[in-house]
C-alpha cells in the first residue's frame, strides 16, 4: 500500500489512522486526511499521529491508492461531488458509510469504481471491531487483499453480500450499545446490592470477557456454557427465572431484528435522497 485518502477525520478515521499505524501497513507521512471545515481536528490528528492533512485535493489525491469515505451518510453528496474528479478506476475506495450502497457511490462520483463497503464497530478505536465487508465486481485480488489488511488493524475482518450489510449493522454495527445497555443494568444492580462502584466494574468487565473468551474457545454451544453455570435449586437458576419472565431474551431478539429494519429503511430513505440529490 501506498498511500491512503481519507475524507472524513471524525472517530471512525482515527481509529483506522491508529490501526494502521500500529500495525505499520503504511508510513505515517503517506497517510492524509481532510474533513469539512474543523482546523483543530485536522491539527490535532497530525500532532498525535504524526500524519498528514490538506484542504488541497490535488495534494491528497496525488498517487493515493487508497480512498477512505469516513463522513457522515448524510454528507456523502456533497463530499463526493467535491472529490469525483479525484476519483480513479485504479482507487480502492473504501467506504464506511451506513447505508450508503456501493451503486449510489459510483452514481454520486457519476463513474466506475473499485469499491470495499464495510459496516464496522467503534470497538475499531480499540482494535477490536468485528466488521463485515462487501466488495464489487471491480475489486481486483491486490485490492481484495488490501481491504483485508486495511479492516485486519481494527479488529475482525469478514467478507459478506452488499444485502446482508443491514443484518450485520443491526448485530454488530449496533451490537457494542446493546452490551453497555446490559453493563449499565449490572452496573446499577451492584449499588442496589451493596457493591462499591469501581469494583463491581471491574468484576463486571472480567465477567464479560471470560464469557466472551468462553464462547470463542470453548467446542460447547452458548446454550450448554449458560447451563453449565445453572446449578439446580441455585443462584444462577433464580436470576434467569427473572429473565425469561420478562422475556429479556426475546427483547434482544427483537430489538436486533428492529434495528436490522431501521437500518433498510434509513438506506432506502438516503439512496431516494441521494438520487434525487444527483438528478436535479
Ligand atoms: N458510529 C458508529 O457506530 C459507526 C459509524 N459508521 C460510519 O462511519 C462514518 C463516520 O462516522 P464518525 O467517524 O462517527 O463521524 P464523525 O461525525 O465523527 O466525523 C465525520 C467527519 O466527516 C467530515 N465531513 C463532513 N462533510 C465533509 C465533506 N464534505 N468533505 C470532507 N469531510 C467531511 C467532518 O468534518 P468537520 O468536522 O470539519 O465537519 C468530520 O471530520 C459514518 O458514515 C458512519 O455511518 C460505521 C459503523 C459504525
Ligand atoms: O446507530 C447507527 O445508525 C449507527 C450505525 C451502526 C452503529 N451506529
Same mark, same amino acid.
Given at each position: 500500500?501506498?498511500?491512503?485518502?481519507?475524507?472524513?477525520?471524525?472517530?471512525?478515521? %482515527? &481509529?483506522?489512522?491508529?490501526?494502521?499505524?500500529?500495525?505499520?501497513?503504511?508510513?505515517?507521512?503517506? #497517510?492524509?486526511?481532510?474533513?469539512?471545515?474543523?482546523?483543530?481536528? +485536522?491539527?490535532?490528528?497530525? /500532532?498525535?499521529?504524526?500524519?498528514?492533512?490538506?484542504?488541497?485535493? !490535488? #495534494? +491528497?489525491?496525488?498517487?493515493? @491508492?487508497?480512498?477512505?469515505?469516513?463522513?457522515?451518510?448524510?454528507? &456523502? @453528496?456533497?463530499?463526493?461531488?467535491?472529490?469525483?474528479?479525484?476519483?480513479?478506476?485504479?482507487?480502492?475506495? $473504501?467506504?464506511?458509510?451506513?447505508?450508503?450502497?456501493?451503486?449510489?457511490?459510483?452514481?454520486?462520483?457519476?463513474?466506475?469504481?473499485?469499491?470495499?463497503?464495510?459496516?464496522?464497530?467503534?470497538?475499531?478505536?480499540?482494535?477490536?471491531?468485528?466488521?463485515?465487508?462487501? $466488495?464489487?465486481?471491480?475489486?481486483?485480488?491486490?485490492?481484495?487483499?488490501?481491504?483485508?489488511?486495511?479492516?485486519?488493524?481494527?479488529?475482525?475482518?469478514?467478507?459478506?453480500?452488499?444485502?446482508?450489510?443491514?443484518?450485520?449493522?443491526?448485530?454488530?454495527?449496533?451490537?457494542?450499545?446493546?452490551?453497555?445497555?446490559?453493563?449499565?443494568?449490572?452496573?446499577?444492580?451492584?449499588?442496589?446490592?451493596?457493591? %462499591? !462502584?469501581?469494583?463491581?466494574?471491574? +468484576?463486571?468487565?472480567?465477567?464479560?470477557?471470560?464469557?466472551?473468551?468462553?464462547?470463542?474457545?470453548?467446542?460447547?454451544?452458548? /446454550?450448554?456454557?449458560?447451563?453449565? $453455570?445453572?446449578?439446580?435449586?441455585?443462584?444462577?437458576?433464580?436470576?434467569?427465572?427473572? +429473565?425469561?419472565?420478562?422475556?429479556?431474551?426475546?427483547?434482544?431478539?427483537?430489538? #436486533?431484528?428492529?434495528?436490522?429494519?431501521?437500518?433498510?429503511?434509513?438506506?432506502?430513505?438516503? %439512496?431516494?435522497?441521494? !438520487?434525487?440529490?444527483?438528478?436535479?
Amino acid at each position: 500500500m501506498k498511500k491512503i485518502a481519507i475524507v472524513g477525520a471524525g472517530s471512525m478515521a %482515527e &481509529a483506522f489512522i491508529s490501526g494502521i499505524l500500529e500495525n505499520g501497513l503504511i508510513a505515517r507521512n503517506n #497517510i492524509w486526511v481532510t474533513n469539512h471545515s474543523n482546523e483543530t481536528r +485536522l491539527a490535532g490528528l497530525k /500532532e498525535r499521529y504524526g500524519i498528514r492533512s490538506t484542504y488541497d485535493l !490535488k #495534494i +491528497l489525491f496525488e498517487d493515493a @491508492d487508497i480512498v477512505m469515505l469516513a463522513m457522515k451518510p448524510k454528507d &456523502a @453528496d456533497s463530499a463526493i461531488d467535491r472529490i469525483r474528479e479525484h476519483l480513479t478506476e485504479q482507487m480502492l475506495v $473504501v467506504s464506511v458509510l451506513a447505508g450508503v450502497s456501493m451503486n449510489t457511490i459510483e452514481t454520486l462520483a457519476r463513474k466506475s469504481l473499485s469499491i470495499a463497503r464495510a459496516m464496522p464497530n467503534t470497538s475499531a478505536a480499540v482494535g477490536k471491531s468485528a466488521t463485515a465487508i462487501a $466488495v464489487n465486481s471491480r475489486i481486483t485480488n491486490h485490492q481484495l487483499e488490501t481491504t483485508k489488511q486495511l479492516f485486519g488493524t481494527v479488529g475482525l475482518a469478514r467478507f459478506v453480500e452488499e444485502g446482508q450489510l443491514d443484518a450485520v449493522t443491526g448485530l454488530s454495527g449496533s451490537g457494542p450499545a446493546y452490551i453497555y445497555y446490559l453493563i449499565e443494568a449490572m452496573e446499577n444492580s451492584a449499588a442496589e446490592i451493596g457493591l %462499591e !462502584k469501581e469494583m463491581a466494574k471491574e +468484576l463486571i468487565v472480567q465477567t464479560l470477557i471470560g464469557a466472551a473468551e468462553m464462547v470463542r474457545n470453548s467446542s460447547k454451544s452458548s /446454550e450448554q456454557l449458560r447451563l453449565d $453455570v445453572t446449578s439446580p435449586g441455585g443462584t444462577t437458576e433464580a436470576g434467569i427465572r427473572v +429473565l425469561e419472565k420478562h422475556g429479556v431474551q426475546q427483547a434482544f431478539i427483537s430489538c #436486533i431484528q428492529a434495528a436490522t429494519a431501521q437500518s433498510k429503511k434509513m438506506g432506502n430513505t438516503l %439512496e431516494a435522497q441521494l !438520487k434525487v440529490g444527483t438528478s436535479t
